[in-house]
């Protein structure tokens, strides 16, 4: 083990981390919005067979890297390469991942923020201030300043108190938190009419839309996003996990929890949207399509919640409560990866550091919010739809062709003696090196002629 670097300290810690950053806004607003836009369960269907074919295997080059080296991103892809030219490629490559982290967290933090506001609404809807309440949930930029930094400020805290202290603790508290209270909201909404109809839509595919290109490139980022992937988060918390752990259960299992939570995700906000429809809400624009992303969490559940008096005002605070924690057990990961990298290739302190990236992530986010209609939308299809399946490409092109194929079976073996009797090690070594980058491409090339 690497001195004084962090590790989880449990199984259960790295799988509540791990899962934690997977899911997330993505998950529970993403997924579901993506998928009612998208014929529903035709959507469902490549969604579930991207996360396990092509997402899973991503993530455990991902895992695999960073448990080898037990280091960041750039030090792992460095360490990896026999060569100059290689370590040098694969540092730009870390880089690009971080730069593209930071990214992330900078619109995540703005939307994260949203959800904080929505939540406070509510609660200021309960103690009789309508006022406050209205202004909670407009859209104004001192209202998504204020929340923004609000959001930040939390992200920045728990990282900085470290891997085990911040990061485990809180995820451990967090997560099961958010199951219970999807759980909860899931089993309610079932009781509202209307809802049987939206289950249909989620339920029954329109095989005709599977083959779609568009369908299958969104698909694709969603899972990426979905699972953190491409920008060194999910290598930064395998370089956590300690050697004797048992890697592709791990995996699996992270893999697992985050597709379960977008689909029970998708049996909520479905059959809500149509409860919505029920009670009078708009849910269809005017060329007959379902009205979805921001449209749907930020107007059409309000209006729901709105429609069904106090019962609303509580059903409002715990949904946006539910997304608040998603996000933030998200957004620690992401600000984990810089702030891992500065802290030790530079050796500056950890909390400095947290807070000094943060800084120019608030600063970024800013940006972003002043220039909100040209560069918010810009921002999300540069990183997710782009950036991050390339280089989610490239982790798997250095774990499948730069890594020296004996280190990499010896570090398979790590934890997991038993492997080679197993289907991972048959397949994974030889998946991760021609079939993910050959997918990654092939719906690339689609979409670029498409
Ligand atoms: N996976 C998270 C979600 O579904 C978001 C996330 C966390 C993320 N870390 C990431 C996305 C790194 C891309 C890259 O909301």
């Known amino acids: 083990m690497a001195g004084s670097r962090g590790e989880f300290s449990s199984r259960f810690g790295f799988v509540m981390a791990a899962s934690g950053s997977a899911v997330g806004l993505g998950n529970i607003w993403g997924f579901p919005t993506q998928a009612a836009s998208n014929g529903g369960a035709a959507f469902l269907l490549v969604y579930l067979l991207l ?79 309508a006022e406050l309440a209205n202004w909670l949930t407009s859209f104004g930029l001192w209202r998504n300043v204020l929340f923004l930094i609000v959001f930040l400020a939390l992200t920045i805290g728990i990282v900085s108190a470290g891997v085990h202290d911040g990061i485990e603790r809180w ?63 999910m290598l930064i918390y395998g370089s956590y996990v300690s050697d004797d752990e048992n890697l592709p259960l791990l995996g699996g299992i992270v893999t697992l929890v985050d597709v379960s939570i977008a689909v029970l995700a998708g049996f909520l906000v479905l059959p809500a949207m149509y409860v919505a429809l029920h009670n009078g809400v708009e849910i269809f624009n005017a060329s007959g399509a379902l009205i979805s992303e921001d449209t749907l969490i930020f107007t059409v559940l309000p209006e729901l919640f709105a429609s069904m008096g106090l019962p609303g005002v509580l059903v409002s605070l715990v949904f946006f409560f539910l997304m608040s924690i998603a996000a933030l057990t998200s957004s620690i990961s992401m600000l984990e990866a810089p702030v891992a990298y500065v802290t030790e290739e530079h050796r500056i302190g950890r909390r400095l550091t947290a807070w000094l990236i943060g800084g120019v992530i608030a600063c970024i986010s800013c940006t972003i919010l ?14 997710t739809r782009y950036s991050q399946p390339l280089l989610g490409f490239m982790f798997c092109i250095y774990a499948g062709w730069v890594w020296r194929r004996d280190s990499l079976l010896q570090e398979l073996r790590k934890g997991y003696p038993g492997v080679q009797e197993g289907l991972f090690w048959k397949i994974w070594p030889w998946y991760v090196k021609v079939v993910c980058p050959l997918i990654i491409l092939a719906i690339f090339a689609q979409s670029l002629l498409g």
């Not at 002043?370 to 990183?383: C, K, M, W």
Request: charged residues 10%; glycine residues 10%.
């Open 51 to 129: 996360a396990f074919l092509l997402a899973y295997p991503a993530l455990m080059a991902e895992l695999i890297l960073g448990r080898h080296a037990h280091s960041n991103s750039v030090a792992a892809l460095r360490k990896v390469s026999g060569h100059r030219i290689t370590g040098s490629i694969g540092a730009l490559t870390g880089i690009t991942g971080l730069i593209v982290a930071g990214l992330i967290l900078s619109f995540y933090a703005i939307v994260a923020g949203w959800m904080i506001a929505f939540c406070l609404s509510a609660l200021a809807t309960l103690s009789g201030n």
């Open 370 to 383: 002043l220039n909100f209609d040209t560069l918010f939308g810009f921002i999300i299809a540069l990183t």
């Open 171 to 233: 995820s451990r508290r967090l997560m099961p938190a958010l199951l219970i209270t999807l759980v909860i909201l899931v089993l309610y909404v079932f009781t509202l009419n209307g809802a049987m109809q939206g289950l249909k839509v989620y339920l029954m595919p329109d095989f005709s839309r599977v083959l779609s290109p568009q369908l299958i490139l969104d698909a694709l980022g969603a899972a990426f996003f979905s699972l953190s992937l491409g920008v060194g988060t």
